[in-house]
């Protein structure tokens, strides 16, 4: 069903080949938005979408040449949501330099080169930049050094942006969610350690793709007109600690 708080918005999403990008594109497409789903495999993985273009976000050029597809399809760009990225699972001392820049590459400066490239269209639109960060930017957690930094880095980014783009009428925020039921999240949640982590939760569940999909839509239309260089915590209370 058609939402008018986004019909006709052109929404351009990273990440859109799995998990949580790939809902948002279907979502955002039910609810009537022009929906430009972005990834190193889009145009094959056959994701529901007004446009697939193959992008890595962390080549400048790659980025450069998504955007001006978007441009010549759409002429026009509501907003970017920066999905991308990509965890490594080790402790910082057996983590190898090549893994460690690929994190930070993917989750940092992929932003940072959409933004960038977008910009010219954003600012015409007036749009609004979503960042996806993680509550892993917040909160230390073993095992996930480069992904926590990148995150960490990726709220204080979303707080520069919205400094230095307010006077285009650009709004950008961020989204911090906690643990989501994704195909790759259920493995361990479904586990006594992920049962065990859930209960610790205070709202005693984890979260599903439709409470990222709310806060997303809420920050891609005017309904947040005035809400920028924020950061909305969808993870049930988990950063609160237990009750």
Excluded at 27 to 53: E, F, P, Q, Y
Excluded at 57 to 84: C, K, M, P, W, Y
Excluded at 197 to 222: C, H, K, Y
Aim: aromatic share 4%; glycine share 10%; with cysteine.
């Amino acid at each position: 069903m058609s939402d008018p708080a986004i019909e006709g918005k052109v929404v351009l999403i990273t990440g859109a080949s799995s998990g949580i990008g790939r809902h948002l594109c279907s979502a955002l497409m039910n609810r009537g938005a022009r929906v430009v789903a972005a990834s190193r495999s889009a145009t094959r993985a056959g994701v529901d979408a007004a446009l697939a273009i193959d992008m890595d976000v962390g080549d400048s050029e790659s980025v450069a040449i998504g955007v001006a597809r978007v441009q010549e399809i759409f002429g026009s760009l509501d907003a970017v949501i920066n999905n991308a990225g990509i965890v490594e699972n080790s402790n910082l001392t057996k983590m190898t330099p090549d893994a460690w820049e690929s994190v930070i590459t993917t989750n940092l400066s992929g932003p940072y080169h959409v933004v960038r490239a977008a910009y010219p269209l954003l600012a015409k639109a007036r749009g609004a930049i979503i960042n996806l960060s993680s509550i892993a930017g917040v909160k230390p957690m073993r095992g996930l050094g480069a992904y926590g930094a990148s995150k960490a880095a990726l709220l204080h980014l979303t707080k520069v942006m919205a400094l230095e783009l307010a006077r285009d009428g650009i709004r950008a925020n961020a989204i911090v969610p906690g643990y989501i039921h994704t195909p790759m999240n259920d493995a361990f949640l479904s586990t006594k350690a992920g049962e065990k982590l859930v209960d610790s939760i205070p709202l005693r569940s984890a979260g599903t793709v439709m409470d990222v999909e709310n806060a997303v839509v809420f920050l891609v239309s005017d309904a947040s007109q005035y809400v920028t260089g924020s950061s909305l915590t969808v993870d049930g209370g988990f950063l609160l600690g237990q009750p």
